[in-house]
């Protein structure tokens, strides 16, 4: 049975999305994106080139977007006049390309999403016709009205962006899936395969994550760590787990059919 994410009315096998910063190389990128399998891969325009630099390698010789759907974000940007823009010129770049991802930040320190900047960036791009994956804290309320907005996807961090700290509010995380009409996946704050995995039990309909991979010691392996746990994450939560009870002990076997102490079969 297919189980496909669908963002902005078109399906995509993988539900991890990577990041392509802080590699070595863009051979590595390369090499850790198709280990991991995904098929969105993020593109911070202001640190990476894929054509506004003409003599430079572009990203896009190693991901060409024939393969790959090319996600340019606005990392780096503190204002919504400076993501706005950073978006126009990635339009221009891929060829009129609309699937963005946003993100304004509230300080260097953090990297803690700045909201009103971001509520006022969306709809000015969501006006424009871009379809905005957003990048927000884990308020119910702003996501919502990032939705309401119309944003394609919201993007609440675990924790901080390159923490690794993974999900430290589970609650605030269901609050979201529970209200939500578009597709929430979780951005930020992922360190290893197993918060990936429970960001999908959790019932997220995916996850993307950059330093975990990029910044693990085997990259390569740790990308294919990541396709398994996002895969796996979500089979649990289409399963649904046993209920969960203290005291209440249950055999796994059966208890049909047994002797007793006397002899009898019970």
Not at 112 to 131: D, I, W, Y
Request: proline share 5%; hydrophobic share 45%; net charge neutral.
């Amino acid at each position: 049975m297919e189980d496909k994410l669908v963002i902005a009315g078109k399906a995509y096998g993988s539900r991890l999305i990577v990041g392509t910063g802080k590699y070595k190389d863009f051979d590595e990128t390369r090499r850790a994106v198709e280990a991991s399998g995904a098929e969105i891969v993020t593109v911070a325009i202001r640190r990476v080139n894929i054509g506004q630099n003409a003599n430079e390698p572009s990203l896009l010789e190693s991901l060409p977007p024939s393969r790959f759907t090319i996600l340019p974000n606005t990392a780096g940007c503190y204002t919504a006049e400076d993501a706005v823009r950073t978006l126009r010129l990635a339009r221009e770049l891929l060829d009129g390309h609309a699937l963005v991802k946003l993100e304004v930040l509230g300080d260097q320190e953090t990297l803690f999403p700045n909201m009103p900047e971001t509520l006022a960036a969306a709809k000015t791009l969501v006006a424009e016709g871009f379809q905005v994956m957003v990048y927000c804290s884990d308020d119910p309320i702003v996501a919502k009205q990032l939705e309401e907005i119309g944003c394609v996807a919201v993007m609440p961090l675990a924790s901080l962006i390159g923490s690794g700290m993974g999900i430290l509010n589970p609650w605030n995380l269901q609050i979201i899936l529970d209200r939500a009409k578009v597709p929430v996946l979780v951005d930020a704050g992922i360190g290893t395969a197993s918060d990936a995995a429970i960001a999908m039990e959790l019932g997220c309909d995916g996850v993307l994550m950059n330093t975990a991979i990029a910044k693990a010691r085997d990259p390569i392996r740790m990308a294919r760590a990541m396709k398994l746990a996002v895969a796996c994450g979500r089979e649990a939560w289409l399963a649904g787990r046993m209920d969960k009870k203290i005291y209440k002990a249950s055999a796994s076997s059966p208890t049909e059919g047994l002797i007793t102490p006397k002899g009898k079969v019970a």
